[in-house]
């Protein structure tokens, strides 16, 4: 089993960074894809990134990439998600999940473990 929990949300302006953080609990971290997604209100939760048990490969929604960062820390048990130039479209709550097949995919039902969110408000 698999427990996640995000921190480093928090409201910015518009062009600013955050970094986001997901803690692992539990064995073989580096054998899990892990993911991360969002949700604003009223919309469905969409892909945002992922990244495989290896750090190798990662992938990114075209809505972020070139501002948004994935990586991992097998050592900590961490997954990290820095994001530059926020745009007020950003604003959700962002959740890792992570995936047992190791691959980075983009649909939320290839993966089994997800963690509680953390909310990331950017105003304009």
């Known amino acids: 089993q698999v427990q996640l929990v995000e921190s480093g949300g928090g409201l910015v302006q518009a062009g600013g960074s955050l970094r986001l953080s997901c803690a692992a609990s539990g064995r073989s971290f580096s054998t899990y894809a892990m993911g991360w997604f969002r949700q604003a209100p009223g919309k469905e939760r969409e892909f945002v990134a992922a990244?495989?048990?290896?750090?190798?490969?990662?992938d990114y929604a075209d809505s972020v990439k070139g501002r948004f960062t994935i990586s991992r820390d097998n050592a900590k048990n961490t997954v990290y998600l820095q994001m530059n130039s926020l745009k007020p479209e950003d604003t959700a709550v962002y959740y890792c999940?992570?995936?047992?097949?190791?691959?980075?995919?983009?649909?939320?039902?290839?993966?089994?473990?997800w963690g509680q969110g953390t909310q990331v408000t950017v105003s304009s």
């Open positions: 990244i495989r048990g290896s750090g190798v490969t990662t």
């Open positions: 999940a992570a995936d047992s097949s190791d691959w980075p995919r983009r649909s939320t039902y290839a993966y089994e473990h």
